[in-house]
C-alpha cells in the first residue's frame, strides 16, 4: 500500500490500522553494557502487556533482541521502519507471524534503494518523527547517533523518555522523564 501523510509518502505491509493506535519509538545505540540490555529486557516484557504500538527500525543488536521477544498473544502491537525498499523485504518467519495476526506493519519511505546507507536511515527516521511522538530510548551511546539527535535538538517537539541507568545520566535533561520498571504506566 502507498500512502502519503504529512508529505511524506511512504509505504506499508501489515496491519496499517495500528498507526491509529497509541505509539511509541524504541530508540537503542548499538553494543549496551550488559546491565542496560537486561533492564530494556525487563521493561518490554512488561511492555508489551500493554496496548500499545511499539516501533523502530529494530536494527540495533538490542532492538533485534527485544523484537525476538514480540509475541502473536501481547496486547501490544509493533511497526517495523525499514530503511530501504520494501518491495525488497521478505519477512522471515517471525515477522509473517506477526503480520498474519494484525500485530506487524512494515513501513518504508519511498524510496528506490535495496540497501539501507546513512541518508536512507535519516529519512526512515524523519518518517518515524513525522508519525509518533513519544519516543523512549532505551540506550544511548555518548558519541553515537541518538546523542547527535539529542544534541541537535531533534527531538525537542517529541515526549521524551530514557530509561533509568547511571550510564544515562550524562542525557538527563530538560523535560525527559527517567522511567524504571515501576513507571511504566507514564507510557500509557
Not at 498507526?19 to 511509541?24: A, V
Request: glycine share 4%.
Amino acid at each position: 500500500m502507498r500512502t502519503n501523510t504529512a508529505s511524506t509518502i511512504f509505504q506499508s505491509r501489515g496491519n496499517i490500522e495500528l498507526l491509529s493506535r497509541d505509539k511509541i519509538i524504541l530508540l537503542a545505540s548499538q553494543n549496551p553494557p550488559p546491565s542496560i540490555e537486561e533492564t530494556a529486557v525487563q521493561f518490554f516484557r512488561l511492555l508489551k502487556k500493554q496496548p500499545i504500538t511499539m516501533a523502530c527500525g529494530w536494527q540495533s543488536k538490542l532492538e533485534k533482541v527485544l523484537f525476538k521477544l514480540a509475541e502473536t498473544g501481547d496486547k501490544a502491537a509493533y511497526i517495523h521502519y525499514l530503511a530501504r525498499n520494501i518491495n525488497t523485504f521478505s519477512p522471515d518467519a517471525h515477522q509473517q507471524k506477526l503480520i498474519d495476526h494484525n500485530k506487524l506493519l512494515v513501513l518504508a519511505p519511498e524510496i528506490s534503494e535495496d540497501r539501507p546507507v546513512s541518508y536512507l536511515v535519516d529519512r526512515r527516521d524523519q518518517l518515524m518523527f513525522n508519525q509518533i511522538n513519544k519516543i523512549l530510548l532505551l540506550y544511548v551511546r555518548q558519541d553515537g547517533r541518538l546523542d547527535q539527535y539529542l544534541k541537535t535538538g531533534m527531538f525537542s517537539t517529541h515526549q521524551l523518555y530514557i530509561l533509568d541507568h547511571q550510564e544515562h545520566e550524562k542525557f538527563y535533561k530538560g523535560d525527559m522523564v527517567v522511567l524504571n520498571t515501576h513507571d511504566i504506566n507514564h507510557l500509557i
